[in-house]
């Protein structure tokens, strides 16, 4: 796999970026992935500071990519920010359960156990250098 952990974060991290859309259309990105919007100037704030580090997110994922002495600890931050997102909606969200949301929730599934598989790779081959 450590062969192919490039090619993970740099995908991850392109589909984790598009969340930059929240930052420039927060009732819109809202209304896709929740089908639900909020209201009023500190939810425009929030929500768009939400894009914001979700794509930031996604770039640490890319530089990652192209950097081997970041990837754990990118790999790190970026699956326990995924799995905080999970735990959230499924601890308090599970009305928004739309078929966005639900399809958000597998994809970042998906990614966490990619990375955790990423990370044992890394641990190898670093053990047996």
């Given at each position: ?120 790779s890394l641990r190898r081959e670093q053990s047996r250098a």
């Open positions: 796999m450590t062969a192919h952990v490039r090619w993970i974060m740099l995908v991850a991290g392109l589909l984790t970026f598009t969340m930059v859309y929240a930052a420039f259309a927060p009732q819109a990105a809202l209304q896709k992935t929740f089908g639900a919007t909020l209201e009023g100037p500190l939810a425009e704030i929030i929500v768009r500071n939400w894009g914001a580090l979700i794509a930031l997110i996604g770039v640490m994922l890319i530089y990652g990519a192209y950097r081997p002495a970041v990837r754990a600890l990118v790999l790190v931050i970026a699956g326990l920010s995924k799995i905080v997102f999970i735990a959230l909606v499924l601890a308090f969200g599970r009305e928004h359960l739309t078929q966005p949301l639900v399809v958000s929730i597998a994809v970042d599934a998906v990614m966490v156990v990619l990375f955790i598989g990423c990370l044992v």
